[in-house]
């Protein structure tokens, strides 16, 4: 089909006019229609109601297979990833698969060794925002995850969930050399050294 409507700055094509203005604004920063609840921005109407699911928690998407919510088609349809195991993104440099783009761009920093996140407060680089999150918590004092039975608390997710098969006495990493479980994989790993 004809893209007669070109952009100035890009010359990429359009079929409308009103393509080529919704697209311009990438180029001049222009986000018209803003959310009345946290102030953020959007080029176009459809994105800012997308968005407005955040605040309202309307998640009209359902995965068939675990019941899980979103707020936007493309979420679902990269999450049903996580099911059929695919991971059509790859990375040129190890051949490692991801199942989103996004996963891919961060991997790459492992590559390049690229680390955009800093601590303000000690300098430390990152190749995350989140892992960013979890450091600044060793300069806070923050420990958001709270052990349910004995009211532990721990600044990260994985810890409180290796800290929980203390209650439970789940043990799912096991020696390779004997019977031995462990409930932690360091503590497997600190085992594994008496076979060596």
Request: net charge positive; proline share 5%; aromatic share 8%.
């Amino acid at each position: 089909m004809e893209r007669p409507w070109k952009c100035e700055d890009c010359g990429k094509g359009f079929r409308f006019p009103s393509e080529l203005a919704i697209h311009r604004r990438i180029h001049t920063g222009e986000r018209p229609f803003t959310c009345s609840q946290c102030g953020k921005g959007f080029t176009e109407l459809s994105n800012l109601r997308k968005h407005h699911r955040v605040h309202t928690g309307e998640k009209p998407f359902t995965c068939s297979q675990c019941e899980k919510g979103f707020t936007q088609l493309s979420n679902l349809q990269t999450h049903q990833r996580v099911h059929t195991g695919e991971k059509p993104f790859t990375c040129s440099q190890c051949g490692k698969g991801f199942s989103n783009l996004s996963h891919l761009q961060i991997h790459w920093r492992v590559h390049t060794g690229e680390k955009p996140f800093t601590c303000c407060q000690c300098g430390k680089g990152f190749s995350e925002s989140s892992s960013l999150r979890v450091h600044q918590r060793a300069h806070t004092g923050e420990k958001p995850f709270t052990c349910s039975l004995c009211g532990k608390a721990f600044s990260r997710s994985s810890n409180l969930r290796i800290h929980e098969r203390v209650h439970t006495g789940d043990r799912p990493y096991t020696c390779s050399h004997c019977t031995m479980a462990f409930g932690d994989p360091s503590a497997l790993r600190r085992h594994q050294q008496v076979h060596k």
